[in-house]
């Protein structure tokens, strides 16, 4: 052993019998390694850990606006008694039926509109519409009265619509590129299915009705949930179109899928059918003895809706087809000419939201007065748009249709509550409902077979023509003239009857 005071070497340092070296110690805990700092990975490496920390970032401040929204939104739905009375689970219920409805549009809409527009196949469409207005003719009507016969399951029936819906979207997600006939069999099933469920929701609302707002503030509130859900879902239905239209299918059943569960869990008085009867079921020997209907009021009412109801179907399927094919001058592209559809097609969604608002926030609408406007204000526009033909009219006409819709629509909510008993409310919110779709089927269906070119160019003077007619037998069918008509028929008969000469003295 040396002692002149030099430090041993270390292990590392000391040749190994068979003449390797031993390895080197491990550093000390917290010492920097030589080589293995920041500037020695390589670039990919390092750019890929600041987009995850990125990533995470934004997906931490996301996560606190999503979750302040929806806290927003479940305070203002539970808003003015909404929540004591259990209103705002529907509200938030409709607002999944929107957005399971805007992925399943979103998803049909290269297959069955869209690219049948732009390559001028129109049979498609059309047999999608005759195939429509089969179940509303025919099943339709019995909706209502199953729901008041048997209204203890009505959150069952509710869910069911949910649950076909999330059914035939998980076919349809295997459908859409095979051209199978079962993807017209699903589509139908699902539209009718949506129809099915705006029946049987506009039969809970009353039920759920709190005592601090009226019936069409609460048609309103529903309403717009709807607009904030479809919107909100959009942007998901529209990435999950982008990787495939079977993975927006796909998407539309897992929205349908928990809205099943959300419809079963409604407040149980959603089932409650005490005081009410459908306006159907006959009066007894002690109050008259005559069969019942919608009040006069009502049904004027309801005749009124049919024409902006009518009209907007027929604008959507009309100026769908003859804009793809035929598009204004500057606007021929292909990238053009769908961007035109959306301005015409989207001005009316556009409207219809504007009604929504104004209905929400106006304290009180004249019913009668209004569903009159309405019909008037888009037959006036029309004809402008007719004579006038060009981009600023359609999209004044299509901001017109869809806002005159909405305010016709719940003016007849209004009718329908303040001119029937509220233990008829279901029967005629259901017949309402039902006619009024009919009538965009119809519509619909009118503005595919107009938009063929030979026919195309007075497609809009034709509906205009129509919806003058509609307008004169609405207006000669209105309950004042009508009791008017009838005292004077009344009058002239008592005045005919020639008095018996007096008995001979």
Known sequence: MSTDGAQPRPPGDRPRPDGASYPPPPPPPGAEVPGDGPAAEPGSVRAAKATARGVAGFARVTGRASKATVRTARRAAGAQGAERSGLNRLIELHAANAAGDSAFAIALAGTVFFAGATSGERGPVLLFLGLTMVPFAIVAPLIGPFLDRFSHGRRWAIGATFALRAFLCWVLAGTLGDGSPWFYVAALGVLVSSKAYGVAKAAAVPRLLPHEITLVKANGRVALSGVVGACASAPLAGLAYWIGPEWACRYAFLVFTVGTVAAILLPAKVDSSTGEESIDAPRGAATGGRRGGLPPKVAFALRANCGPRLLSGFLTMFMTFVLATEPLDGWESTTRSTLLIGLVVGAAGLGNTVGIVLASLVRKINPSVMVVVALLADIVVLVVATLFYGLVPLVALGLTVGLMQYLAKVSLDSTIQSGVP????????????????????????????????????????????????????????????????????????????????????
């Open 422 to 505: 509220v233990r008829a409310h279901a029967s005629a919110f259901a017949k309402g409902d039902t006619t009024l779709q009919l009538a965009w089927v119809i519509g619909g269906f009118l503005g595919v077979v107009l938009s063929y070119p030979a026919v195309n160019g007075v497609g809009l003077a034709f509906a205009a023509v129509l919806l003058t007619a509609w307008a004169v037998f609405v207006l000669r069918s209105a309950p004042a003239r009508q009791k008017k008509a009838a005292a004077t028929t009344t009058a002239g008969a008592a005045e005919s009857v020639v008095p018996p000469p007096p008995p001979a003295t």
